[in-house]
């Protein structure tokens, strides 16, 4: 007869071939909410004046928020090329939104299917080629469209009724609900289209903020007569750039030549709505058209109406935004598995709300170089903490494979901040960022590549050889660039030395 001790060591053998290798580990779960445009200065959490984020601000309450998660470039194809590979445009090839990604490449979804992980992606993509290293994936089409929008599937396309926000979410929750091995660890990507421009919101926010005055940044009225040139020539000004039909919801008049881009914008949003969507529509905007066409503004006055118009829209795009943050939230807590399950909120980049009478992004000012940053990770990351260091998008996939327990290939130029999660910052930890856009054209921002600290920042527009340099203590708007400046002579030195030490060490090629 066998000993109880015999027994409990046969059951004990049998169990460990049974469970699978993932199953026992109890590694985290991974959900990287992702948004389009989403500034910080949005974000309640972050101290927002304009709007309030409960759900968001939720992960925040419950981990840890970063003041200082800065891109490598600011605008949407190369932010998340970069999340895919941790390496910077000049190595993963994505250096504008007009580049096709290379998925045969190294990515961190790759490496965690690898692992064991089950893995997804839905919703914005934006890299033209199709994923790969993703167990499933629905993604949308480019941009996508906000009302009854297509999204790719790996046997072609499907059409999906109703706004495309809450459709992100149910396809993520349906996923999670019902299409996962629920024995394995997973990570998926939850990736919306808003707030991006055209900022159409759901049919249940067209009146939010209606009645209501949004605070106007410091900086609207901006004269850019203490920068470079390229601050002056940009073409992204609320009050001389915007599209009336696509941006500001405005009609055109019947007469509107059939080529004219805004009525061709406008029939790719508003006539996208189906019948019934485009009666709540008109109910919501027709009344505002009228009192804005009554009263003939001009100058400062409608510069001042269209910042209103265009916040009050992305504001309420991003309402939607929360209100689907608020679901995947309560799906953790109903299912059991908030405890082990790391949730990431983020953005590809800042963006401009009227700072410096700009929107969009691009620049290395601050408003569009930093990205808000949220990671809820219970049992690891104290509650209602916040974190100051110079942390990145290029550190996001370094971070998740080392949160999962896959190790990080040295190829990788981005690293880890799992340390600063448990509270810890490394000494060697960077005290410096290198930045670089490259896109030509759109918006007419030209091209630059710059160095931040902590304290300063400098830019180099290498196209026409101008330079910018920046006192962020003393200016925090960057409204006076302090280049050539006798007081600063040493630091601008020191500056430039970093700049050409960090593009060594990042492997940079130089500049035609």
């Known amino acids: 007869m066998r000993s109880a001790w015999t027994r409990t060591i046969v059951v004990t053998l049998l169990l460990s071939v049974a469970i699978p290798v993932w199953a026992q ?3 985290p779960n991974i959900i990287f909410i992702f948004s389009d445009d989403h500034a910080y200065q949005a974000i309640s959490a972050y101290g927002s004046r304009i709007n309030h984020t409960p759900n968001i601000d939720r992960i925040a309450r419950e981990g840890m928020r970063f003041e200082n998660a800065m891109v490598t470039n600011s605008i949407c194809a190369p932010s998340r090329a970069v999340i895919q590979t941790g390496k910077y445009s000049h190595l993963n090839g994505v250096l504008d939104n007009m580049q096709v990604f290379d998925g045969s490449q190294q990515t961190f979804p790759k490496l965690l299917q690898q692992a064991g992980y089950q893995t997804a992606v839905v919703g914005k993509w934006h890299l033209k080629s199709e994923p790969t290293g993703f167990d499933y994936w629905e993604v949308l089409p480019g941009q996508g469209a906000y009302y009854n929008p297509d999204l790719r599937v790996p046997a072609g396309q499907n059409r999906h009724a109703g706004y495309v ?18 024995d394995r660890p997973f990570m998926v990507m939850s990736q919306h289209k808003a707030p991006h421009r055209g900022w159409m919101p759901g049919p249940e926010r067209l009146t939010l903020y209606d009645g209501m005055m ?43 030549p059939e080529d004219n881009p805004d009525l061709r914008l406008w029939l790719a949003g508003y006539g996208r709505l189906d019948e019934g969507q485009r009666r709540i529509w008109d109910a919501a905007y027709e009344p505002k058209n009228a009192a804005f066409l009554a009263a003939g503004l001009e100058g400062r006055a409608l510069v001042r109406w269209k910042y209103q118009r265009y916040i009050k829209d992305y504001l309420r795009t991003i309402a939607s935004v929360d209100d689907n943050v608020g679901r995947l939230l309560r799906y953790l807590d109903e299912t059991g598995l ?47 903490s916040t974190n100051t260091d110079m942390v990145s998008n290029l550190d996001f996939p370094a971070t998740l494979l080392n949160a999962a327990g896959v190790d990080v290939p040295h190829d990788m130029q981005g690293r880890s901040f799992v340390p600063m999660l448990r509270g810890e910052t490394p000494a060697d930890w960077r005290k410096s960022f290198y930045y670089h856009y490259y896109e030509k054209g759109i918006h007419n921002v030209a091209p630059h590549e710059g160095v931040r600290t902590e304290r300063h ?16 203590e003393v200016d925090p708007n960057e409204i006076r660039s302090i280049y050539g400046a006798a007081s600063y002579a040493e630091t601008q030195a020191a500056l430039l030395d970093e700049l050409e030490g960090l593009k060594k060490a990042l492997q940079v090629p130089d500049i035609p």
Do not use: C
């Open 457 to 472: 920042k400098l830019i180099h527009y290498y196209e026409t050889d101008e330079w910018e340099l920046f006192d962020l």
């Open 338 to 384: 908030a405890e082990n399950t790391i949730v990431v909120y983020s953005s590809d980049q800042g963006f401009y709300l009227g700072e410096h009478g700009w929107f969009d992004k691009r620049w290395m000012y601050e408003e569009s170089l930093k990205t808000p940053l949220l990671v809820r990770w219970p049992g690891v990351v104290a509650a209602g």
């Open 165 to 182: 926000t809450d459709i992100i979410t149910d396809l993520t929750l349906n996923w999670l609900e019902h299409e996962r091995d629920p």
């Open 25 to 27: 580990t109890s590694r």
């Open 214 to 256: 949004i605070p106007e940044p410091d900086t609207l009225f901006d004269d850019y007569a203490n920068r470079a040139s390229p601050a002056r020539l940009q073409e992204m000004e609320i009050g001389r750039h915007m599209i009336d039909g696509h941006d500001l919801k405005l009609k055109p008049a019947p007469n509107t």
